[in-house]
């Protein structure tokens, strides 16, 4: 399987920051990578796909790069509602893979 | 605009089957391919698998042996089946539909839309 390591896990900052969150693969997926935001108690929403196009309706301070074995995503701008949890996920191989997740957190 | 409804237990007993449905509405259950996805709590996401109403299956590889993913496109529904339950199978479960994208391609495995969610409990 191919593991995903995001880091950091856990991230504090504040409204207005610039957020910069990383995903590392245990080997190349070219650009089959997918961002999710996550909310408690609410099902996972598709922010970025294929490494760096946004999903219709999302706000461009997020933005998506990267590709083979290193992905990034940003949050330029910080807002209230984006704080939560960002969980990425390959879609290169089989089985699906996602990372452990980085919670954003004021 | 794709909505889905999932239905189903709340708790199940150790080494029992675990069934769930998610209804598909505002669109055919036949366009697309659907996945199931699970999260135990406070924990990250796990793939189970996906399917397309034609019967067509990928499973997790450490779920294959106890899952099963169908289609019934008479009720535009998906169900999922889970046996031999334990504790470690105590998870949201998700249903999920694939993505399509503004240039008409799909992506099978990026999760546009998803369902509310629903905790399933092992335990007696």
């Known amino acids: 399987d191919i593991q995903l390591t995001q880091s950091p896990s856990f991230l504090s900052a504040s409204v207005g920051d610039r957020v910069t969150i990383t995903c590392r693969a245990s080997?190349?997926?070219?650009?089959?990578l997918v961002w999710y935001q996550q909310k408690p108690g609410k099902a996972p929403k598709l922010l970025i796909y294929?490494?760096?196009t946004l999903q219709s309706g999302v706000p461009s301070r997020f933005s998506g790069s990267g590709s083979g074995t290193e992905f990034t995503l940003t949050i330029n701008r910080l807002q209230p509602e984006d704080f939560a949890t960002y969980y990425c996920?390959?879609?290169?191989?089989?089985?699906?893979?996602f990372g452990g997740g980085t919670k954003v957190e004021i | 605009q794709v909505q889905l409804q999932q239905s189903g237990p709340g708790l199940v007993k150790p080494s029992e089957t675990l069934s769930l449905t998610c209804t598909v509405s505002?669109?055919?259950?036949?366009?697309?391919?659907w996945t199931w996805i699970r999260q135990p709590p406070g924990k990250g996401l796990e793939w189970i698998g996906y399917?397309?109403?034609?019967?067509?299956?990928n499973y997790n590889p450490s779920l294959r042996s106890r899952v099963t993913l169908l289609v019934d496109t008479s009720k535009n529904q998906l169900s999922l089946t889970l046996k031999s339950v334990t504790a470690a199978d105590t998870a949201v479960y998700y249903c999920?539909?694939?993505?399509?994208?503004?240039?008409?391609?799909?992506?099978?495995?990026?999760?546009?839309?998803w369902g509310q969610g629903t905790l399933v409990t092992v335990s007696s």
């Open positions: 505002g669109d055919s259950i036949s366009e697309y391919y």
């Open positions: 294929a490494a760096s």
């Open positions: 399917v397309y109403y034609t019967g067509s299956a």
């Open positions: 999920a539909k694939e993505l399509s994208a503004p240039d008409g391609n799909k992506w099978r495995d990026a999760l546009e839309i």
């Open positions: 080997q190349d997926i070219d650009l089959y």
């Open positions: 996920q390959q879609l290169n191989n089989y089985p699906v893979t």
